[in-house]
């Protein structure tokens, strides 16, 4: 059998898109759909988006978020259910010094890298910002390979 953290990085992986938790003004849970990326030593987790959104302004306000990832395609409920949830803190990166995050994410999505150009975002030309989380706790969640006990913690990689 694979390990629990193999497993982790592999569905963190193959998934596609992330549902992101904040919290606004009055502690209200928000929950947003994303396309991400992934470091994982350190587990970061990136995704781009415009500043006026509302999890953007949420995590101004508090950086805390919960989110999850699913590594499934979704086919019948009577499937055995693989992904991700994890917990963290969430910011806004500078316009600047963050070709590494850029890498990450537009290595992945190739498609998006005029709009987060590094210096389109230097001069205020780009409309969006990259974001970052830095994972504070995983769980994976897994079905197929875990039946007994599908809840797995796994411990975060900090460097």
Request: hydrophobic residues 40%; aromatic residues 8%.
């Amino acid at each position: 059998m694979t390990d629990a953290r193999t497993l982790l990085e592999e569905y963190v992986a193959s998934g596609k898109a992330m549902q992101l938790a904040t919290m606004d003004s009055d502690g209200s849970p928000v929950v947003c759909n994303l396309w991400f990326a992934s470091a994982l030593c350190p587990d970061r987790l990136f995704f781009i988006s415009r500043p006026n959104r509302v999890h953007c302004a949420n995590l101004r306000l508090d950086p805390r978020v919960a989110g999850a990832i699913l590594a499934i395609e979704l086919v019948d409920p009577s499937q055995p259910v693989r992904g991700v949830s994890f917990t963290g803190h969430g910011r806004e990166l500078p316009t600047t010094g963050i070709e590494e995050q850029i890498g990450h994410y537009a290595g992945r999505w190739p498609q998006t890298s005029n709009a987060i150009d590094p210096a389109r975002l230097a001069s205020g030309e780009a409309h969006h910002r990259v974001y970052q989380i830095d994972v504070t706790g995983w769980v994976l969640y897994d079905e197929a390979n875990f039946r007994g006990q599908p809840r797995q913690e796994i411990a975060v990689r900090t460097s």
